[in-house]
């Protein structure tokens, strides 16, 4: 493979990457509000039913659309990207060393292997995030 070719898997792949975080950063913010907030701020309504003579207060946690919509009425449409910035710092270079180590691995692999075949691109993806999990962090502790 040239180095023309490595440059284009990782643009490639950093590409890729920075449109997936982007597309899916509303519903990060979505999941994280759900899971961080305490669930009185988002009371939707409180049903009253009574077992065996006690009354229990039942309350149903808000869905991810109600959260949406109360996000966007509260904060407006720019607080569904917030924190977007960090994300983008880790995910497109990520995704660039991944697809770049892929297509490389694929490529010697097919010199191996049968070309093409399911074993070349299984092994090919663990290769590559094998790569992505641990370079990164070996690199921190050198």
């Given at each position: 493979?040239?180095?023309?070719?490595t440059?284009?898997?990782l643009?490639?792949?950093?590409?890729?990457?920075?449109?997936?975080?982007?597309?899916?950063?509303?519903?990060?913010?979505?999941?994280t509000r759900?899971?961080?907030?305490?669930?009185?701020?988002y009371?939707?309504e409180?049903q009253?039913?009574t077992?065996?003579?006690?009354?229990?207060?039942?309350?149903?946690?808000?869905?991810?659309?109600?959260?949406l919509?109360?996000?966007?009425?509260?904060?407006?449409?720019?607080?569904?990207?917030?924190?977007?910035?960090p994300?983008?710092?880790?995910?497109?270079?990520?995704?660039?060393?991944?697809?770049?180590?892929?297509?490389?691995?694929?490529?010697?692999?097919n010199?191996?292997?049968?070309?093409?075949s399911?074993?070349?691109?299984?092994?090919s993806?663990?290769m590559?995030?094998?790569?992505?999990?641990?370079?990164?962090?070996?690199?921190?502790?050198?």
């Amino acid at each position: 493979m040239s180095q023309r070719d490595t440059l284009v898997h990782l643009f490639a792949g950093g590409c890729g990457g920075t449109v997936g975080a982007i597309l899916t950063c509303p519903l990060e913010v979505v999941k994280t509000r759900l899971q961080s907030s305490s669930i009185t701020l988002y009371i939707s309504e409180v049903q009253l039913s009574t077992v065996n003579g006690t009354s229990v207060a039942r309350v149903s946690p808000p869905g991810p659309l109600h959260c949406l919509k109360l996000i966007l009425e509260k904060e407006g449409p720019r607080s569904l990207f917030r924190g977007l910035g960090p994300n983008l710092v880790g995910v497109a270079p990520s995704r660039a060393i991944y697809f770049g180590a892929y297509s490389t691995a694929k490529e010697k692999l097919n010199g191996v292997l049968e070309p093409d075949s399911t074993q070349v691109h299984m092994l090919s993806a663990g290769m590559a995030g094998i790569s992505c999990t641990r370079l990164p962090f070996t690199a921190w502790f050198q």
